[in-house]
């Protein structure tokens, strides 16, 4: 896998050619996709054609960007104009949206060069990619498992070396599982931090975008890219993008690195030896570790499963067959609404809306969603007590290696404990990424993740980058 | 909390959702939604009375922008990607006349 800046740096700086580059992903990819299916579409022409343009700006002296000729993939929920965007949903196939992503936009301007739009769970609910309609990813390091989700098609495409980097969401864990399971780093920056315009809604309040790359400073590069304020974004936090690189090298000296002493059960004891060993890491470079306890995370499931159906099943009431997608037709108004909705969305989509509507009608909405907010709230409050004594957080990111496909497919439920380490810092709204730190049970690769409080990027990448020097 | 979730609650919420669940996928459905919110009874033994509801994790209030005038969504691609659309317009089945 190449680095990310080393693709831009020579290819602005003349001795690497982007139509090169961006042949030999496109090489890589028809060798292995049929394999993997990381892809929902690869736009091979659109891609040389940006290559070419990039090329002939660097012969011509031309001011390139920041990313110019990297190739970068793009979760299949983040609009791009006239360029099919389906959200792996049968009710969006086909479907070319008429605008660009807030995010697409800011690749292009920096000459990105992106080569297609990646598969995930039905509309990025679920941990496996099995949700998509379109068939499930696989795990690059094993075929036979999957590469986590619901970002899957985005973590596999980096695994296999299909693009330089990508971009994920994560709702409640949905960059950093997979990035774990894929052995790729995956980070989920502050909530408003990364503008949501273009990202197809699952839940409002917890979606955010972040990269996919091979390494941290790759990370970090392409987080400053696409971070910023942007109005076309209300919950967008009117500040200035993120600075990052310039942090990577400073090291954890004197830095406080908490440990979860009430981490919830569950966790695999290859896992566990792994985060054992980060500590170690991270001690042995003159961090101090310090014990917090977060009471309230138990109960971070219970709230999330409520919240995030609930928003869910808000956003999704436009899928209505009237202004895009599929429609199927029917005599009167509702019969076709209903008659859409149950062909075009598939079995989670369809759990989660059932869930949410529940959750938010006429009798129980105080016993459920009421009570999911003033949970959430305590999470929040744990966090604050926690980060007045340290800088960071370090959990695993997943509480296992890559699994078997099929193995959850009959228990919602177990399923969703995949995301009960990555859950807590979407509903808090805090960044948290994912890094490879070794491996456990069969070779798989183990994530492991760094927490910090609102807008604490910058202690969150120096420990990753640490840990990354240390793995 | 509440009690546990009948498959006449699942019919009517599917209803309320637009969703047409057939017998077999309500069974399921019953099934499966009553497993979870069992699961999510934990939160019943926690003292919430005092606690705000946390709606939005980056408060910010009274988004305002310029009022400027600039070029929107292009009608006829917009149109262009709806199931029906007849003279610059959506076009939907029947809505009077119907029992909702």
């Given amino acids: 896998m190449e680095k990310l800046v080393e693709i831009a740096s020579g290819v602005s700086g003349g001795t690497l050619n982007a139509s090169d580059v961006v042949e030999e992903y496109l090489k890589r990819i028809s060798a292995r996709e049929s394999e993997i299916h990381a892809f929902n579409l ?6 040389r054609h940006d290559a070419e343009k990039i090329d002939n700006d660097v012969k011509a002296g031309k001011k390139v960007g920041a990313l110019a000729g990297v190739p970068i993939a793009l979760k299949d929920n983040m609009c791009t104009r006239g360029v099919e965007t389906t959200c792996s949903s049968k009710i969006l196939q086909g479907w070319k949206p008429p605008y660009d992503a807030t995010v697409v936009t800011k690749l292009r301007n920096a000459g990105a060069v992106i080569v297609g739009k990646t598969n995930l769970d039905e509309f990025a609910m679920g941990s496996s990619t099995e949700n998509s309609a ?36 994560d709702t409640g864990g949905s960059i950093r599982q997979p990035a774990a399971l894929c052995g790729v780093v995956g980070v989920k920056p502050t909530y408003g931090t990364v503008s949501r315009y273009g990202l197809v809604a699952f839940a409002s309040s917890l979606d955010q975008i972040g990269p996919f790359t091979s390494d941290v400073r790759d990370a970090a590069t392409l987080l400053e890219t696409i971070s910023g304020h942007d109005p076309m974004d209300s919950t967008s936090i009117p500040q200035p993008a993120l600075s990052l690189v310039s942090v990577l090298d400073q090291g954890v000296k004197g830095m406080r690195i908490g ?47 409520l919240i995030a159906p609930a928003e869910a099943s808000s956003n999704l009431a436009r899928y209505d067959g ?113 890094v490879p730190f070794g491996v456990g049970v069969d070779s798989m690769p183990v994530g492991i993740q760094v927490l910090a409080s609102t807008l604490g990027e910058q202690a969150m990448f120096k420990v990753a980058a640490e840990l990354e020097r240390a793995s | 909390m509440a009690e546990k979730i009948s498959q006449e609650t699942v019919i009517k919420v599917s209803r309320l959702a637009r969703l047409s669940l057939n017998t077999e996928e309500a069974e399921k459905m019953t099934a499966q939604l009553a497993g979870m919110l069992e699961h999510f009874r934990d939160i019943d033994a926690l003292d919430l009375a005092d606690v705000e509801p946390m709606t939005q994790p980056y408060p910010l209030k009274n988004v305002l922008r310029e009022d400027v005038i600039a070029p929107s969504l292009d009608r006829d691609e917009v149109l262009g990607q709806a199931p029906t659309a007849e003279s610059g317009r959506f076009r939907v089945p029947p809505t009077i006349g119907f029992d909702v």
Avoid at chain 1, 331 to 358: C, H, P, Q, W
Avoid at chain 1, 418 to 426: E, G, K, L
Wanted: charged content about 20%.
């Fill in chain 1, 134 to 169: 379109f068939g499930p990813t696989r795990n690059p390091h094993d075929i036979s498992r999957v590469p986590g989700g619901s970002s899957g098609g985005s973590a596999a495409a980096v695994a296999a070396g299909f693009a330089a980097a990508s971009l994920g969401s």
């Fill in chain 1, 322 to 434: 009237v202004r895009f997608g599929n429609r199927v037709d029917a005599a009167d108004l509702n019969s076709m609404y209903a008659a859409t909705r149950e062909a075009g969305f598939g079995e989670e989509v369809k759990r989660r809306i059932m869930l949410g509507t529940y959750a938010l009608s006429a009798g129980y909405f105080d016993a459920y969603y009421g009570k999911a907010l003033k949970v959430r709230r305590l999470i929040s409050d744990d966090f604050a007590r926690a980060y007045q004594s340290v800088d960071t957080i370090l959990t695993p990111t997943s509480p296992s290696v890559a699994f078997k496909f099929g193995s959850k497919t009959d228990n919602p439920l177990a399923m969703y404990l995949c995301d009960v380490f990555t859950i807590p810092s979407n509903l808090a709204g805090h960044p948290a990424m994912s």
């Fill in chain 1, 42 to 47: 690869v736009t091979a022409d659109q891609a």
């Fill in chain 1, 259 to 305: 440990r979860v002493t009430d981490l919830p059960e569950g966790c695999e004891p290859d896992v566990l030896e792994r985060l054992e060993a980060a500590f170690d890491a991270l001690r042995s470079a003159g961090a101090t570790i310090v014990d917090v306890k977060l009471p309230s995370l138990q109960y971070c499931l219970t709230a999330y499963y």
